[in-house]
């Protein structure tokens, strides 16, 4: 038997690629996922061991406020100069030195714009000199405060050359520096990870990054001749005390690769995800694969059980050719993997000057969950097609016919509890226990409940589309063929509704999202003007606050309130606070009930925020900034968030402790009678010195916030792309299988006359059919499943519904044109048949 069911699978070479192709692509995703994170984490662990290589000992403050890669940029705590001597005393330290490096120093090029970052930091720091890795390639290092030194990427992404002229950006308003050197790294590098640096005496670096003389970020120590650096660290630990951090270079290294690797974590569960998606479809694919193959063996199946075979041995038999199947494509797929994990790590280093990526290899992990996935999808797809064939009565050899096929009673129940299951499952996730593994899991039972009732809508559907096309014999040929087997057309139809239904839903959440929030922004804030920026890095871009002075002494101006945002400790419990100049103005902008100024000792905070603490007016709580002491406040007021930006307002003098001490935004409301067109030219006038940052009318800001929705939106369609793939080869693949099954019947219909055209016609209209079938369900499943979600979270300010009708008839076009181009290879088999042979064929 096992003989037997080889010498078949072997004898059908484009059956086995056909079936195997889906787990193929879905392993490639998986393994791809798991090669680009190992590779890059192996990549930051070089970085990082590297960039400290030439440290011993380290020496920080423990943050005020710890904040982790995932949550916002960690903001350093300065340490006073004096204990760069308390640390040089302690045995075993050769030299301790105080340095500044901290980011925010933003390079203004030579076209006068800010040098972009969208991923590493833009350094500043002081000049120590250069090391056995630094190198000073033109000119000198900074001597005077005026002066400035950068590295080779900065020098090449800024266009600026030794003895210009050169503005930077830092925490205090554009300054211009003269460049007097810039450096590189050794074996020719021109920065490290893409890392931008620019190098100030250290007085300078003081006051434009920490905004405080006599402090430092860190203290690097040389351990002595023969001293052992984790020795002089405890050393050093035990002298300073449990409020500073002393690691070694090995150690520091560690720390910051497991903090990327974190991210990467992250970013890996997402691909991780798409992968499983694409899984699913690739699911019905192998279902309707063998379904197809048992009903085309259906004569050999039963001569096999003539001869003697049980239906143990013939379940065997398909599970055993789909286990070999799966074997092969998750070998296939493992190897397509590595090939993506070193095309995207690639692409990720030719995008980070300076940023050498580690040879690829492939983890056990990628290696492991290849083979498991391959294998596991293809046998539990081939389950019920091999139970089935073990349910052929040997008489069925003598047979010319395939087996009928089976009412759709059982699955339509079948699918109708499972749906309700999967709607009640969602249900309780999005309004009762707000559980994402509920949602995710009742998305999933959904979906499989839709493809069971699928056979059962196919009918009347596929029948109405089908009449588009009813105008020509091949057209209603076509549409007869396509509503003949209904299971076979719905798990075609299913596994495209799968990807649409996801891209379709993801769309309506997101674009709710974007129309509730606009539509939010525009009803509540009544400031005509806003001054901000785009951020391109980390941080986001701040400008000069004397700008929102002079604003304020433009006429037709009737109130101008600057917004600084940061993350403290309230109560010992991290918060996103916000902070203003003026609470009574920035009402007043915003147009929101008016609230007093605060105080320096006071703050506002919403009523949603109250309520949840337990607050009130004249409540008191403690307050500890990024930088500096804690601090007791008093609740000053409260107010509506919904009608002033951020939940927790602070005075304008916590400003001074915030990671950054420049406003991120500011709010012009305009007097009665004056308008954009006069006061915007002049306003924009004010930060024409802030490349980063320029003065936008309200509409135009708002759609710049909202903006990122649409990245969102293509980001999710692209990487659903690959499961709609799968669902595009299935489509070929049905219809190449159907071919092969119906070699008779278009013999015949090619004998009485149907013409080659015709007959690629008739093969065209069963793709289209299917297609469009597929797609349709796709809509109206991801629109109704996306107007769930967002009814759930109308209490979070999704208010707004919108179905995308203009990418749902897309995806309707498409589908018709996956549909045409899915029929090429299939219709030109069905057209080159040998009438003859196709009339004799068994």
Known sequence: MLRATLKSLLSRKLRLVLSGLAVVLGVMFVAGAFVTTDTLGRTFDNLFAEGYSQVDVAVTAKPKVAVDELEGEQILTPLPAALVDRVAKVDGVAKATGVISDDGARVIGSDGKVVTSYGPPRIGMNWVGTDDLMELREGRGPAKDDEIAVNAAVAKAAGIKVGDRVGVLTQLPKQTFTLVGVWGYTNDRDSIGGVQEVAFTTAQAQRSMLGAPGMFTQIVVDAGKGQDPSHVRDRVATALGADYEVKTGEQLAEDSSAQFKEALGFFNNILLGFAGVALFVGTFLILNTFSIIVAQRTRELALMRALGAGRRQVISSVLVEALTIGLVAAVLGLAAGVGVGWLLVTLFGSMSDGLEPAAVAVPMAAVVSSLIIGVVVTVVAAVLPAIRASRISPIAAMQDVATPDRPLTRVTVAGAV????????????????????????????????????????????????????????????????????????????????????????????????????????????????????????????????????????????????????EQVLIDGEREYVTATDNLATLAEAYGAPALPALKPDQIAVGTEQATEHGWAVGTAVRVQMPRGEEHRYTIAATYDEDRVPGSIMLPLAATKEFGLTQPIFGYVRLADGATVDQVLPQVKALVADSPEVTATDRSSFINQQVGDFDTLITMVQVLLGLAILIAVLGVINTLALSVLERTRELGLLRAVGLGRAQTMRMVTVEAVVISVFGALLGVVVGAGMGAAVVQALKNDGITDLVLPWGQMGLYLGLAAVVGVLAAVLPSIKAARLNVLAAIAHD
Do not use: C, H
């Open 418 to 565: 499972i749906g309700a299951v999967g709607a009640a499952m969602l249900g309780v996730g999005l309004y009762g226990a707000d559980s994402l593994w509920l949602i995710l899991g009742g998305v999933l039972v959904t979906f499989i409940g839709v493809a069971l009732l699928t056979p059962l809508i196919s009918k009347p559907v596929v029948a109405g589309l089908g009449r588009l096309f009813s105008w020509s014999v091949p057209g209603r040929l076509g549409r007869l063929n396509s509503g003949r087997n209904p299971r076979r057309t719905a798990i075609t139809a299913a596994a495209l509704m799968v990807g649409i239904a996801l891209v379709t839903g993801v769309t309506v959440v997101i674009g709710s999202a974007k129309q509730s929030l606009a539509a939010q922004a525009e009803t509540t804030m009544k400031a005509e003007i806003v001054i901000g920026g785009d951020q391109n890095g980390p941080r986001p871009p701040v400008f000069d606050q004397a700008v929102l002075a002079e604003t304020a002494k433009i006429p037709g101006v009737r109130a101008v309130a600057g917004v600084w945002n």
